[in-house]
């Protein structure tokens, strides 16, 4: 889940990577939290900094990284919670 706000830029940054990643990997689901419209939620995750991905695994938070990674980041720490 990629955590964002609209006035954020790394996060506008991230958007485009993330979008490409869920075009090309349709095995995981990739969502989005607005932290601006959602405060309950990214209180609930403790989300302090943006952008924030949150990565699940069968419905368990089991990972997050903060900052506009570059893909290889991205795709690399998907890849490892995926093996």
Not at 18 to 47: C, K, P, S, W, Y
Request: charged share 25%; net charge negative.
């Amino acid at each position: 889940i990629d955590c964002w706000a609209v006035w954020c830029f790394p996060c506008r940054v991230l958007t485009p990577v993330m979008e490409q990643l869920a075009r090309e990997h349709g095995e995981i689901a990739f969502g989005e939290l607005n932290v601006d419209e959602n405060m309950a939620t990214a209180r609930r995750f403790n989300i302090m900094s943006i952008p924030t991905l949150l990565y699940f695994r069968d419905e368990k938070l089991v990972d997050r990284t903060v900052g506009a990674l570059p893909r290889e980041a991205v795709e690399g720490r998907l890849g490892r919670l995926l093996a």
